[in-house]
């Protein structure tokens, strides 16, 4: 069945830093140093941001060792808790997505996560074989127009979102991460906070026509998008200067997320994948 249309709003719970990339191959030691306990002390204001709407939190698995109460307080609020893979940095290798999976699997069996969102959303067909072995319900690990839900075996895959300009595509092999290809085909992937930086009223007005179409839009923020990291401009300066693409990401968003749970419904992935079935 078609679920009713709501917002599937994500947030991809890894660190102020994440973007840089810069500091991937650090010890976890460094980073939990570098974090300065930034992603802990932003959860509360989130929480409370979101107030009843329910959202999809994608956890960054070593984030987890850092600050252990993280998933609790999600699911005490009413949220869903997904998996955003345990250190965060480019995973195309089967063998290292397995790797980085299990490094999760004993707080993931713990809160029974059951949904899986690939780092940069860009990943390998393969993943999907082993999300089911891993007992995942879904993914969210592409980008597809709005609405689209695929079955990968027995996993759902239900891709971040992008409004088709021109011809609407047929195939859907991961990847389709977000490149100058995706744009060229015709695909504008509105769901990423990178676009929600830029082109602020452009997406709202699209998220609410998908809406009023009766199809569900899933985009995603990140915790620094929402709550800025003190100092946050001095202590990214080097990194944004570095990759001024970065910019966008550093935007404050909390006008654009407090718009969007005023006014529309919203609902958590494994909620709406269970509604699909
Ligand atoms: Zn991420």
Redesign the pocket.
Known sequence: MTPSPRLLLTI?Y?PWF??SRRYDTWTSEKRRELDDKISQQSLDPILETLGNSKATF?L?GEMVEWYPELPEKILNAGHEVGF??HV?RKLDDIQEIEKDLIASTSWMQKYNVRGY?A???NTVEAVYPLLEKHNFLYSSSIYAPTGTALKKGNVWEIPASTLVLLKTPTEFRAPRHMNLNLIASGEFPYSSSFMSGLFRHTVYNIIERELKAGKSPVI?L?PYEIVTPPNYFRRFAKDLLHHPMLLPFAFNKSKFLKDLLKNFPTATMQDYVRDLQ
Do not use: K, N, S, T
Request: glycine fraction near 0%.
């Open positions: 991809d890894e994440a973007p994608y960054v955003h893979c965060h969102r780092p940069m959303i995603f990140h």
